[in-house]
């Protein structure tokens, strides 16, 4: 089946680590995103790439890393200096003039 | 700046009851505005995309219609598997074609047997 595949679905943080979420997709789309969720406030921006090796930042990157060495992979990397990184993290692909569609999320707490 | 607003923030239905869901938006010119529904623990779903004001989309017992300020979603004789967050997000006009999406908060719906 086509679709989004996040991994893990559940991830644990010890102070001072990074972490790395993962998102592929098989849907062959050109563009990918990261968003993170927390209770109340809809979803927030992360970072994007409309293209191979190519990204951007969104509403709230500080603290965050991607990188998009293949069309079908983008993940993205907690670093210890994002403070409050507990929340649902949701990547997200599309086509050009499409709706994003959506995978089933990782939650990341912290130990 | 661009802002999306949803409301009410929760509903309560009994089962059969409908009702609408409001999404409110100032943005300075709008590519399309898309509806999804999200269940606990997973990812959004897609529902619906409108791209201009009159428009009007139908699935099973949803509507989204469209204004030049806002989107409502009806819900008509919602069952207990409607319940679910409904969220509402805004692409601009300009750029590229894959637009930012701006989301609002989202309208969690309980249906009630």
Redesign the interface.
Known sequence: DGG?T?SPKYLFRKEGQNVTLSCEQNLNH??MYW?RQDP??????IY?S?IVNDFQK?DIAEGYSVSREKKESFPLTVTSAQKNPTAFY?C?S?D??Q???????T?LSIL | EDQ?TQSP?ALRLQEGESSSLNCSYTVSGLR?L?W?RQDP??????LF?LYSAGEEKEKERLKATLTKKESFLHITAPKPEDSATY?C?VAMAGG???G??T????TILTVHP
């Open positions: 989004i996040q050109d563009a968003y109340g406030q809809g979803l927030r921006l994007y409309q969104g949701l997200a599309s050009s003039n709706p994003q569609h959506f995978g089933d999320g939650r | 999306v923030e399309g898309f999804y623990g997973k990812g959004p779903e897609f995309t969220l997000a590229t074609s894959y930012k999406l989301f609002g908060q989202g």
